[in-house]
């Protein structure tokens, strides 16, 4: 908790990083964009390898392959090409998602018999499948939508990272005692 405390002006760094970053998504859209393909290259690489890591214990190995080669091939492709457009980069991602969520369901289908609970997987599945639907029908929408999103969220967890800062500095300043003196132990 000390070590906290004395570190607040570090959650004050990351929320003001956070509320410019998100300022900066809604104003200039387009370097946003790009920023989102090298970031999704990353993950979908990153995901993929966790995949196909858990491939080899899980019961639907084919699946959770074909999804882990996919969102691996996903990602260098985005890597690759960063300077593919907004539509390019949106239908990469309503094809990642679609794939993503038909993997999953089949997976959770085959997980009914092992274990309880495969509605989830299901689930995550089917939102997937129909996340990348709606980016294939409406893309542009998407795309602004996208960024507006991130831009927001951005935002808003700069804004509770200063808040928190504030918060940890003023319990400092309460566990300090006046003028800085050490606190005193009960």
């Known amino acids: 908790m000390e070590e906290l405390t004395r570190t607040w002006w570090v959650y004050l760094v990351r929320g003001a990083c956070a509320i410019l970053f998100g300022l900066l998504a809604i104003l200039w859209p387009g370097i946003t964009v790009f920023a989102l393909v090298i970031v999704f290259g990353v993950y979908a690489i990153v995901n993929g390898v966790f995949a ?12 959770m ?25 949106l239908f990469l991602i309503a094809a990642w998602a679609v794939v993503v969520g038909v993997a999953e369901i089949m997976a959770g289908i085959r997980l009914r018999k092992a ?72």
């Open 65 to 89: 392959i074909a999804y882990g080669v996919l969102s691996v091939l996903a990602g260098v492709a985005a890597l690759v090409w960063p300077g593919i457009t907004a539509l390019a980069l």
């Open 115 to 186: 274990t309880t609970g495969e509605w989830a997987f299901i689930l995550s599945g089917v939102l997937a499948v129909l996340f990348g639907v709606l980016l294939f029908v409406w893309p542009a929408a998407g795309a602004l939508a996208v960024v507006w999103l991130i831009g927001t969220m951005a935002i808003v967890y700069g804004v509770a990272l200063t808040a928190l800062a504030f918060r940890v500095r003023a319990l400092h300043s309460r566990r300090a005692g006046p003028a800085g003196a050490a606190p005193t132990v009960a």
């Open 52 to 63: 196909l890591l858990g491939s080899r214990e899980r019961g639907s190995r084919t699946w």
